[in-house]
């Protein structure tokens, strides 16, 4: 079993910042993706960021030239800075991990409000 606990989210203004972090613990070992999904009310849930072990991070066209990604295997953490934000990036952000492409896991969820 895997367990992850999220944390970072708020309410923030357009143009303001956050970083969200994500910390999993249990039975993970690699391969395994980390990412971070959204979903916003009455939309679908989309992937905002993937990292794969040993992979280069890939940031969502959404996302692009505002968030990153950053990942620590040793702490098996995956942290998203997002800047700029804007109205549209508000939404719940969840945390998920794929072990060995057969077991997948979700955190509870975050919320990110971003309004004047």
């Not at 079993?1 to 143009?15: C, D, I, K, T, W």
């Not at 969840?94 to 969820?109: D, H, I, L, P």
Request: hydrophobic share 30%; glycine share 14%.
């Amino acid at each position: 079993q895997v367990h992850l606990v999220e944390s970072g989210g708020g309410l923030v203004q357009p143009g303001g910042s956050l970083r969200l972090s994500c910390a999993a613990s249990g039975d993970i070992f690699s391969p395994y993706a980390m990412d971070w999904y959204r979903q916003a009310p009455g939309n679908q849930i989309e992937r905002v960021a993937s990292t794969l072990s040993g992979g280069a991070p890939n940031i969502a066209d959404s996302g692009e030239g505002r968030f990153t990604v950053g990942r620590d295997d040793h702490k098996k953490t995956v942290d998203l800075q997002m800047n700029s934000l804007k109205l549209g990036d508000t939404a719940v952000y969840y945390c998920y991990v794929e072990v060995g492409k057969s077991r997948v896991y979700w955190g509870q969820g975050t919320q990110v409000t971003v309004s004047s």
